[in-house]
């Protein structure tokens, strides 16, 4: 018994592009019932009794143990660490949190829309009122509650597409049509639970800011991250346009070559 494959697969989970938020709470909590099976697993219990019993003399596999004291209890030090790991699993994800990743999900997820549309009438009711209820200061609740049955039929119109899909077709197509659910939506889209942006972002700063470039002030930097990452590919660059609006951005003084 080992706690670094669930915390690996845990972690692996986050390093996903398109991360579905509807598994996000059963991950984490499966992930920690796991490590608190652990505290209490007969060979897990063994393994420590026989690795207290080799380490008598204070060294295990020719390796010396510091820091111990004649009368360390490693059964307790596991479970203390155990016991930490799920700590910072709660407080990295604390209930209310992955209640609202799940009404999002309700929300904005066609594929969890039901095929009957008799039942889109209670269909998501409860995780509309929590949503609304969070982002009271953001969304119009009596405007949001009057065209909420017709969202509903039209996140049952698309029930092909996924979460990200559907959510930047509500933006594209009906931002006057549902402007409440729009900004929901915005919200949804830029919720930070991949972890793939920032190693990405990361990765982009480590090209560009090199060595010989050490003096690119922030601004710039982030500027020309954001070229890198957001900006088109370079085929389908306009050169020509781009030297004409620089060089009609600023009157510029001319510079005679040196010879």
Request: proline content about 3%; glycine content about 2%.
């Amino acid at each position: 018994m080992d706690v670094l494959p669930v915390v690996s697969r845990l972690s692996k989970f986050f390093q996903r592009e398109d991360i579905d938020l509807s598994v996000i709470k059963s991950k984490v909590h499966v992930a920690c019932s796991l490590l608190n099976d652990m505290c209490n697993n007969p060979g897990l219990m063994r393994h420590l009794s026989q690795f207290r019993e080799e380490c008598r003399d204070f060294t295990y596999k020719d390796i010396k143990l510091r820091s111990c004291g004649r009368n360390f209890d490693v059964g307790n030090l596991c479970q203390t660490y155990i016991s930490k790991i799920v700590s910072n699993l709660h407080d990295r994800f604390p209930e209310s949190d992955l209640d609202l990743l799940h009404c999002f999900d309700v929300m904005f997820n066609p594929l969890l829309a039901p095929a009957d549309t008799t039942q889109l009438i209670t269909y998501g009711n409860d995780q509309f009122d929590k949503l609304v209820n969070h982002f009271a200061s953001r969304v119009d609740r009596d405007r949001a509650t009057d065209s909420f049955l017709e969202y509903k039929y039209l996140l049952h119109c698309h029930r092909n597409l996924n979460f990200r899909q559907f959510c930047k077709l509500l933006l594209c197509h009906h931002r006057e049509d549902f402007p409440d659910m729009c900004d929901l939506a915005v919200i949804a889209l830029v919720i930070p639970v991949s972890s793939v942006p920032c190693e990405r972002a990361f990765s982009c700063q480590n090209r560009i800011k090199t060595k010989l470039r050490n003096r690119l002030t922030m601004d710039h930097l982030s500027r020309l991250m954001k070229i890198s990452l957001e900006g088109k590919v370079l085929k389908e660059f306009e050169f020509n346009r781009a030297v004409v609006n620089f060089n009609s951005a600023k009157e510029r003084r001319d510079r005679k070559s040196v010879v």
